[in-house]
């Protein structure tokens, strides 16, 4: 396949970035932070995590150094593009009390620079879509997740080393990114440090052009798709998605789901680093006299008691219904809605679970326990 | 060279921005339950269909999602009848005639009382649940003569919390409509039946096999009453609920109101009991 790639050098890679600066965009990418690969904004490849790795596993992560100089020698970060295109508050808008009662203010368009991610997985990517398919093609969309989402330039990266946690090669989503980058680079170490470049639209395409760069060799290639075969078979997780959204719907009564809530905190913890739980509530807050009041949208979790309320009390009162709901629907119900999985097979649930909870041994759990009776009610579409 | 700022889209219309409503008039209906008329703030007048909610917005307090108690046959004023139970609410039933709330809407699916055309309908409401019914109730009254047999069934706590008294009579009296009456608690002077509204089902007048049937109520009480109705002979698939959940938007996007696969804010709130019967039987779904 004559994929036109390009390749770059470590300078050609810091020049990247500045290029993107210089377009207008933040570019945000991964970088150390209080002992972890977080994104943040980077002004050049000196801010990036050259030399770590992260060795993550069921309430566990520690960065630790690499034998070589590789930028992207870790795996997912904390959090993946969530905080950047899908912000844990959004103003929604702002009114002022007028004489008959309240009048709202023009809609500010977002105003903050438009942002470049650099280093996203292909995890991150796939939850990009996700959320595209959640919150922009349906009958009603996110106005704000549309406006960051439509300025956004990403560049992509293909995941090298997968941590213990990762599974995204059962979910069909990596470690390779298939689609949804503008530029996507290739790490490679030997014989000198370089990277892959190829590109996936026209505006990245001119971004590369202000890069000097050479054709990639078919050496280049072939170390590239050698990084994406070592990757798959290093993935620290299985998850089996055969068959999965019927074995989550007949274990609905499944006593499993106590033993669940034996150990599950319902701290959110897993909820906020999902890159694809779009659950949100809304806040009203209003200034000291009354006269001025905002709505934000903030995000939420199912694993919170309010979050089912209505009149009269927690629809979901009992932690077990909560996990029951998170990963039914992450695994069952989100097949139903949106014709994909929830998951990703990003690991973050398993590793920032401060319960060492593990969606895909509760998952193999639940299968084991469930004799798969065929329901068939339940299926739309 | 060009800088991405220029060339960004301009924000498309967005649908959590709630446009502001006027109060007309605020009528008591019980010792805790208001009607709201409202009228659009130099817009058009909003249209909509029975069994549709809003979300309803009291300034600097919240929203809530409310469903339609008005007239959709005629134009008039928008209208929400209100039980002052929290907050919002209670913000809402307490505003000032010429005071400005929000409306979001409407949202939702509908009750389609015209697939009853031609057979009998029975609505089953329990308390505040009347309601979201009255439309549908109205509805059927514009076109009374294209169905057979009308019954509204409805169940309240105590003769006080009764909804549209005067209009219930006016219905059974005038508009051919077989009202029967129970509350769960009646002291004092009545007269009339006591127990569950699921208790009237079994003896009501109408055609099972030819009936639409039109629920809201507490889930509780909706559960039972849809048994009663298919253990009647009405199909699974000709009963329909009005289902109650947390709502933070109306618009699908927020997820409060997922039940398993359905978000009842866009897939409801109306629903068929034959898609609802496995998922109302799983405690804290």
């Known amino acids: ?381 | 060279m060009t800088s991405v700022l220029e060339g960004r889209p301009s924000a498309p219309p967005d649908p959590m921005r709630p446009v502001p409503y006027r109060v007309e008039r605020l009528r008591q209906e019980t010792r805790d339950t208001w009607t709201l008329e409202l009228e659009p703030v130099g817009g058009a007048p909003l249209r909509y269909r029975a069994g549709q909610f809003t979300m309803l917005d009291a300034f600097g307090v919240g929203e809530v999602p409310i469903s339609i108690s008005g007239d959709p046959t005629r134009p008039g004023p928008l209208e929400h009848t209100i039980r002052d139970v929290g907050a919002v609410t209670h913000a809402l039933v307490s505003a000032r005639e010429g005071e400005v709330l929000g409306v979001r809407g409407p949202f939702g699916t509908t009750w389609d009382v015209t697939d009853g055309q031609g057979g009998d309908v029975v609505l089953v409401a329990g308390g505040i649940g009347l309601a979201p019914l009255r439309p549908a109730l109205l509805e059927l009254l514009a076109h009374r003569d294209r169905y057979g047999r009308v019954v509204l069934l409805y169940g309240a706590r105590t003769p006080e919390d009764i909804l549209f008294g005067e209009e219930l009579r006016t219905w059974a009296r005038d508009l051919g409509v077989a009202v029967d009456v129970t509350v769960d608690n009646g002291q004092h002077a009545w007269r009339g039946k006591v127990g569950l509204v699921t208790q009237l089902v079994p003896r009501a007048g109408f055609d099972a096999r030819h009936t639409l049937a039109l629920v809201c109520g507490p889930e509780v009480m909706m559960r039972y009453v849809a048994q009663a109705l298919v253990d009647r002979g009405v199909p699974a698939d000709r009963v329909r609920l009005s289902m109650e959940r947390s709502m933070k938007c109306g618009i699908g996007l927020c997820g409060h109101c997922q039940l398993r696969e359905l978000f009842v804010c866009v897939d409801g709130p109306v629903l068929s009991y034959d898609r609802l019967a496995p998922l109302l039987t799983c405690r804290e779904l």
């Open chain 1, 1 to 381: 396949m004559d994929r036109h790639a390009q390749v770059i050098d470590v300078d050609g890679l810091q020049l990247l970035i500045e290029v993107l600066a210089s377009r207008g965009y933040t570019v945000m990418g991964p970088t150390v932070r209080d002992g972890a690969v977080v994104v943040a904004p980077v002004a050049g490849v000196a801010d990036l995590p050259r030399g770590l790795r992260d060795e993550q596993d069921a309430a566990h992560y520690r960065l630790v150094p690499r034998d070589d100089d590789a930028f992207f020698g870790h795996a997912a970060a904390v959090q993946g593009a969530k905080p950047v295109l899908f912000p844990a508050d959004q103003l929604l808008w702002r009114a002022r009390r007028s004489e008959d009662g309240f009048r709202l203010d023009a809609s500010d368009d977002d105003d903050a620079a438009p942002v470049a991610l650099l280093g996203a997985r292909s995890c991150d990517l796939a939850a990009v879509d996700i959320h595209d398919e959640v919150l922009l093609r349906r009958r009603f969309s996110d106005a704000h997740y549309a406006q960051r989402r439509a300025g956004t330039f990403v560049v992509a990266v293909t995941c090298g080393d997968p941590a213990g946690t990762c599974f995204c090669a059962s979910t069909g989503t990596g470690p390779r990114p298939g689609a949804g980058f503008d530029l996507l680079l290739t790490e490679l170490l030997e014989p000198v440090h370089r990277f892959l470049v190829e590109v996936g639209s026209v505006r990245g395409a001119e971004v590369l052009a202000e890069v000097p760069a050479a054709p990639a060799g078919p050496g280049d290639l072939a170390a590239a798709d050698d990084v994406v075969v070592r990757a798959t078979g290093r993935m620290g997780r299985v998850l089996e998605t055969e068959g999965l959204r019927d074995v989550l719907y007949a274990a609905a009564e499944s006593p499993h789901w106590d033993d669940v809530a034996s150990r599950c905190l319902a701290c959110t913890s897993c909820t906020l680093v999902c890159p694809t739980c779009f659950c949100t509530s809304v806040e009203d807050v209003a200034d000291l006299t009354g006269d001025v009041a905002e709505r934000h949208r903030v995000w939420d979790s199912c694993f919170s008691k309010d979050f089912a309320y209505i009149h009269g009390g927690s629809l979901r009162g009992e932690t077990r219904s909560r996990y029951r709901q998170w990963i039914t629907h992450k695994l069952a119900a989100w097949q139903d809605q949106f014709g994909m999985l929830g998951c990703v097979g990003c690991g973050r649930c398993i590793t920032w679970c401060p319960a060492a909870i593990d969606i895909t041994a509760e998952a193999a759990a639940l299968r084991a326990a469930t004799p798969l009776v065929t329901t068939g009610e339940g299926a739309r579409r």
